[in-house]
């Protein structure tokens, strides 16, 4: 595999259930990145992990998300009590270590519709 | 902080015309500057990045500059194509920070 994968590719979830997506990302890319994209906006950046470190967090990220990189693998992003405005497409990126001169590589996204 | 803006918010043109997107960003402190192509309710192909070292990325009809001084990019476009049609945004990754910041994109619609 030589792409980032997320699933799944839809979710739609009544308001104030919890939902959980997965990212994959490239196995040789230490740093692994989630975004939120709503309709006509460019990515906005949410969390980054360096292996299983979770180094920053967007002031974005309410108390009721939640994102975990255990072993330094995949990455699962948690919402929690869903609301109305979290419906968005959510970006998982990944790329090798900063200063090496290489760009994100994205993936698919995971489109959240809450209902 | 940094602020990416991107224009114009839309373009439309007819097959086989050369074009240029505009990428505008606030902080010259910038490591590289990367262009994406979006489909409708897809995710971000990568199209070219350039270095902060770099003036400018060539891939087939794709030509994009980088003026760090003017806080500037551009992305050319030869003889576009119906599938052209995208959105593209660019996002810079800054010298001290750790994530890509974004534009909201230009959409292209390329007529046939």
């Known amino acids: 595999d030589t792409g980032v994968s997320q699933n799944p590719r839809h979710k739609i979830t009544k308001r104030g259930q919890n939902v959980t997506f997965r990212c994959d990302p490239i196995s040789e890319h230490n740093r692994l990145y989630w975004y939120r994209q709503t309709l006509g906006q460019g990515p906005e950046f949410l969390t980054y992990f360096q292996n299983e470190a979770q180094l920053e967090k967007s002031r974005l990220l309410s108390d009721r998300f939640s994102a975990e990189r255990p072993k330094g693998s995949f990455s699962t992003l948690e919402i929690q009590r869903t609301e109305q405005g979290d419906s968005a497409m959510y970006l998982c990126a990944s790329s090798l270590p900063f200063g090496l001169g290489y760009g994100y590589t994205f993936g698919s996204g995971t489109r959240l519709t809450v209902v | 902080k940094q602020e990416v803006t991107q224009i114009p918010a839309a373009l439309s043109v007819p097959e086989g015309e050369n074009l240029v997107l505009n990428c505008s960003f606030t902080?010259?402190?910038?490591?590289?500057l990367q262009w994406f192509r979006q489909d409708p309710g897809k995710g971000l192909t990568s199209l070219l990045l350039i270095q902060s070292s770099q003036r400018e990325q060539t891939s087939g009809r794709l030509n994009a500059s980088l003026d760090k001084s003017s806080g500037r990019s551009t992305l050319y476009i030869a003889a576009s194509q119906p599938g052209d049609s995208a959105t593209y945004l660019c996002a810079a990754f800054m010298e001290y920070g750790n994530k890509l910041v974004f534009g909201a994109g230009t959409i292209l619609r390329v007529k046939s």
């Open positions: 902080d010259s402190a910038i490591y590289n």
